[in-house]
């Protein structure tokens, strides 16, 4: 698609101070979202919800359309992200405000209550969904105070992409030239507005199948080939190596897990099938790559440790897929010096940070969109203990209505 002409009309004077957060409908905004069920893939009425509340507001239908998450996904889905294409009504390069609108599956049935100075899911079985709705509501409130006080903005794109939860599958698979070729992009996903992360870990999925040999486990055991013994003597070649768990080697750092094990049907046969999923990250791709390795090396001396009295031994199918890559941003990128300016402009001090899990944030950088992610209030996260801290949750609609205005710079 041709990059839009982008039109430049003077409203307000730039200067103008901004408005304040309406803190009553903030708040009711964002327990309307917390409470609608929409884990990933089954987004489709959170979706309708920011679609009608945008429409409602004056924005146009044609200014907004979906991704394409759901056709390109492995999980299929049953709505794409949301993108609304604003043009600028000054000058400027254009802007990317990102949140995802997906929950894990914990946080289904969750009913926000307000506890003091947080939001928290009435039903402790619950969690509260936090993560990303209080950011999916920052950007709604964003726009809507845009339209109501029709305040002055460079070229904007608002985008709340599906399926981050499982895989960052929304915002891996949209195009750039779908989200208008943004120069600046922020996203909101995190606890403390101040904290800006401008890297991310990178991670490697791996999936082993360990073949045996069947034999009666009662009758001839010695003629069977136990594909468990070969990946548990892998599994604790690697915990004695200093390979499993958290990763420590001549100053660098990295994780891996075995997260699932799955083989065998029954005690009395000598196991012939295994199949071990695991992960392996760092934010060095070299080492990260070093963790696979060890991993395949570790299994392959199993498979050869193992063998049936007439010789036969197991074999090993190794499978590496890269989940996401490692990125960190130049602390002088126009997204992350906005950022700063933004939180300092909002009370904050700013603070740089790296995480140890990915965000959608990996996939744009790695498209070539340096994209810094801010927090919005959010705490526990992926636990029923999770709670929005509402003086965050409201600075952080501070900092993105300047962000969206490109406002962040300019004298008070
Ligand atoms: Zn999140």
């Given amino acids: 698609m041709p990059p839009r002409?982008?039109?430049?009309?003077?409203?307000?004077?730039?200067?103008?101070?901004?408005?304040?957060?309406?803190?009553?409908?903030a708040l009711r905004t964002v327990m309307e979202l917390m409470a609608i069920d929409g884990p990933s893939t089954r987004e489709g009425r959170?979706?309708?919800?920011?679609?009608?509340?945008?429409?409602?507001?004056?924005?146009?239908k044609k200014d907004m359309e979906l991704d394409r998450t759901?056709?390109?996904?492995?999980?299929?889905?049953?709505?794409?992200?949301?993108i609304l294409t604003l043009p600028g009504t000054r000058p400027g390069p254009r802007r990317l405000l990102m949140a995802h609108v997906d929950t894990v599956p914990l946080c289904v049935g969750a009913r926000p209550v307000?506890?003091?100075?947080?939001?928290?899911?009435?039903?402790?079985?619950?969690?509260?969904?936090?993560?990303?709705?209080?950011?999916?509501?920052?950007?709604?409130?964003?726009?809507?105070?845009?339209?109501?006080?029709?305040?002055?903005?460079?070229?904007?794109?608002?985008?709340?992409?599906?399926?981050?939860?499982?895989g960052l599958f929304g915002a891996r698979y949209v195009s750039l030239s779908q989200l208008g070729?943004?120069?600046?992009?922020?996203?909101?996903?995190?606890?403390d507005p101040a904290k800006l992360t401008i890297g991310a870990t990178g991670a490697y999925r791996l999936e082993i199948e360990v073949r045996g040999r069947a034999s009666h486990a009662g009758g001839a055991p010695e003629q069977g080939v136990s594909a468990t013994a070969?990946?548990?003597?892998?599994?604790?070649?690697?915990?004695?190596?200093?390979?499993?768990?958290?990763?420590?080697?001549?100053?660098?750092?990295?994780?891996?897990?075995?997260?699932?094990?799955?083989?065998?049907?029954?005690?009395?046969?000598?196991?012939?099938?295994?199949?071990?999923?695991?992960?392996?990250?760092?934010?060095?791709?070299?080492?990260?790559?070093?963790?696979?390795?060890?991993?395949?090396?570790?299994?392959?001396r199993a498979a050869?440790?193992?063998?049936?009295?007439?010789?036969?031994?197991?074999?090993?199918?190794?499978?590496?897929?890269?989940?996401?890559d490692s990125f960190v941003l130049d602390p002088k990128e126009p997204c992350v010096q906005a950022a700063e300016a933004a939180v300092r402009r909002s009370g904050g001090k700013p603070q740089h940070a790296v995480a140890n899990g990915g965000l959608d944030a990996n996939?744009?950088?790695?498209?070539?969109?340096?994209?810094?992610?801010?927090?919005?209030g959010q705490l526990h996260q992926h636990t029923t203990a999770e709670r929005l801290r509402i003086r965050w949750f409201l600075q952080a609609c501070q900092i993105a209505l300047l962000l969206a205005c490109g406002a962040e710079a300019e004298e008070r």
Wanted: hydrophobic share 35%; net charge positive.
């Fill in 181 to 191: 070729r943004p120069k600046l992009a922020f996203n909101w996903d995190g606890g």
């Fill in 114 to 166: 307000i506890r003091g100075g947080y939001v928290v899911s009435a039903d402790r079985h619950t969690a509260l969904g936090a993560d990303d709705r209080a950011g999916a509501a920052v950007l709604l409130l964003t726009a809507l105070a845009l339209k109501e006080h029709r305040l002055p903005h460079p070229p904007l794109t608002f985008y709340w992409p599906v399926q981050e939860e499982v």
């Fill in 230 to 300: 070969i990946a548990a003597l892998a599994i604790a070649d690697l915990h004695r190596g200093g390979w499993h768990g958290l990763i420590e080697k001549n100053g660098q750092l990295g994780t891996s897990n075995v997260g699932v094990i799955q083989g065998g049907q029954a005690t009395n046969v000598v196991t012939d099938r295994v199949l071990v999923r695991a992960e392996a990250r760092s934010h060095d791709p070299r080492f990260r790559q070093q963790i696979v390795e060890q991993f395949r090396q570790a299994f392959q």
């Fill in 304 to 324: 050869q440790e193992v063998q049936s009295v007439d010789g036969h031994r197991g074999r090993v199918r190794f499978r590496q897929r890269l989940d996401y």
């Fill in 5 to 25: 002409k982008e039109r430049t009309t003077g409203r307000r004077s730039p200067s103008t101070p901004l408005p304040r957060p309406d803190r009553e409908r």
């Fill in 70 to 82: 759901p056709e390109k996904s492995p999980l299929g889905g049953e709505t794409g992200g949301l």
């Fill in 46 to 60: 959170v979706i309708a919800y920011l679609m009608d509340h945008l429409r409602r507001a004056g924005y146009r």
């Fill in 363 to 376: 996939w744009l950088v790695a498209k070539g969109l340096p994209t810094v992610s801010l927090g919005c």
